[in-house]
């Protein structure tokens, strides 16, 4: 009978052990990421063909574990935004404030003051696919967990003080969750690549030599 009573438990005990394997853990992804370099776009009137004739500016954005090598290419893990298509009234270069201060809305309208929506933009081939839009890369160390994902709504609110500026963001993505994160610099490069430009380089523009209204 004793050696019946060892049987059945050794049993339940394996039942127990493999009801406790086939439980899977959510990975969770930084939810409150801080960016602590980045470097923004101007493209002026690039969509003026297209009858847009508000601004267009870029914004990329990472966190300290993520950088350059010498070869151009990212390294690190961590989280980088890409903010495609940040729609700005008019401005004119060198004398107006580049990235005016002010809460910036997630909208498909074009608006100024808006930051086109992410998604997956299909051309009139069936091969063509783009993403495009505001975006969120998580860049893990475990291969399969490295993921894009897209922001459908949200904000992102630009403050200035003597020295630096700072942008808030609370975004919502396309996993439906929200993501609140934040970038504060003294020194963000802005690359002029309207075309416009004076000269086919690109002209680093000193972001704190502006006007302040």
Known sequence: M???????????????????KRVRTVYEYEKFPVFTWGQFFYF????????????????????????????GQLEGFGQYIYLDDIYIAPIRLGTDTIIPAGVYTVSASREPMT???GKVYKGDSIR???????????????????????IEDGSMTVSYTDSTVRFDMDFLLDDKTEII?????????????SINRESIRQQILNLLNRNID
């Open 44 to 71: 002026g009137d690039c969509y003026a063909n297209y009858g847009i004739e508000n601004h267009v500016l870029s914004l990329y954005a990472f966190t300290d574990s993520l950088n350059v090598n010498d070869k």
């Open 128 to 150: 063509l696919k783009m993403d495009i839009g505001a975006q969120l890369h998580y860049i893990e160390k475990l291969e399969r967990f490295t993921a894009r994902r897209f």
């Open 115 to 117: 930051i086109e929506p």
């Open 181 to 193: 994160g934040r970038y504060e610099t003294s020194q963000l490069p802005v690359f002029d690549d």
């Open 2 to 20: 004793k050696r019946l009573y060892a049987i059945y438990a050794l049993v339940l005990l394996i039942l127990f052990s493999s009801c406790e």
